[in-house]
């Protein structure tokens, strides 16, 4: 298991705020995610990160930005939110290569409402 | 276009008899497939994955069963028990520089009755 910390895990902020989504991990992984899932959907890839100043964006288009200026930390920012922005963020991390690349571990998640 | 699918939305079983969740694929190059399970308010928990190497993984009451040519897996759970209740997701990703990128199912939500 890995230890991934997310704050904040629910947020109820007003349309047109800033938000920033933290994540940490604990086990030196070099590989960070983040996921979104809409309630009774699945999971989809917005953005990742192989290390540290590297950041790619995922399968699912996002008006979310990510930065990985330490190995450990991997922040999501929402610069101006609106109600579609309404999901649950799930960050996640995994080992360097091989199959145990292959197998990511989550944190928590954060509930985000925009009202 | 949906490349993991999970078509039973739910699936509802008896105290210690056998849940089997299943799941099918369209991509062949999916060579690597896991099963999360999540509660509400949660995040995914990892149980258990299989390479495409093989086409059957054990570990205690789970195992997952590949077959590649039918592009299907599946997780059993013998016994089931109530703490076993819960969303379960499929995944798969391609391996090489898609490692750790996942393509997730819709989910099955699994009651198990005592």
């Known amino acids: 298991e890995a230890d991934i910390y997310q704050t904040p895990r629910y947020l109820v902020i007003g349309t047109g705020k800033k938000i920033t989504l933290e994540c940490s991990q604990t086990m030196g992984h070099d590989k960070m995610y983040w996921y979104q899932q809409d309630p009774g959907m699945e999971l989809h890839l917005i953005h990742y990160?192989?290390?540290?100043?590297?950041?790619e964006k995922g399968d699912l288009s996002s008006e979310s930005t990510v930065s990985r200026i330490r190995t450990e930390h991997f922040p999501l920012t929402l610069e101006s939110a609106r109600p579609s922005h309404t999901s649950q963020y799930l960050c996640?991390?995994?080992?360097?290569?091989?199959?145990?690349?292959?197998?990511?571990?989550f944190g928590e998640g954060s509930w985000l409402t925009v009202v | 276009d949906q490349q993991v699918k999970q078509n039973s939305p739910s699936l509802s079983v008896q105290e210690g008899r056998i849940s089997i969740l299943n799941c099918d694929y369209t991509?062949?190059?999916?060579?690597?497939f896991l099963w999360y399970k999540k509660y509400p308010a949660e995040g995914p928990t990892f149980l258990i994955s299989?390479?495409?190497?093989?086409d059957k993984n054990e570990d205690g009451r789970f195992t997952v069963f590949l077959n590649k040519s039918a592009k299907h897996l599946s997780l059993h759970i013998v016994p089931s028990q109530p703490g076993d209740s819960a969303v379960y997701f499929c995944?798969?990703?391609?391996?090489?520089?898609?490692?750790?990128?996942?393509?997730f199912g819709q989910g099955t939500i699994l009651t198990v009755h005592p």
């Open positions: 996640a991390s995994s080992e360097s290569g091989g199959p145990g690349g292959n197998t990511i571990y």
């Open positions: 991509n062949s190059m999916f060579d690597y």
């Open positions: 299989i390479s495409s190497i093989k």
């Open positions: 990160s192989y290390g540290v100043n590297s950041t």
């Open positions: 995944a798969a990703s391609a391996g090489g520089t898609s490692y750790g990128k996942l393509t």
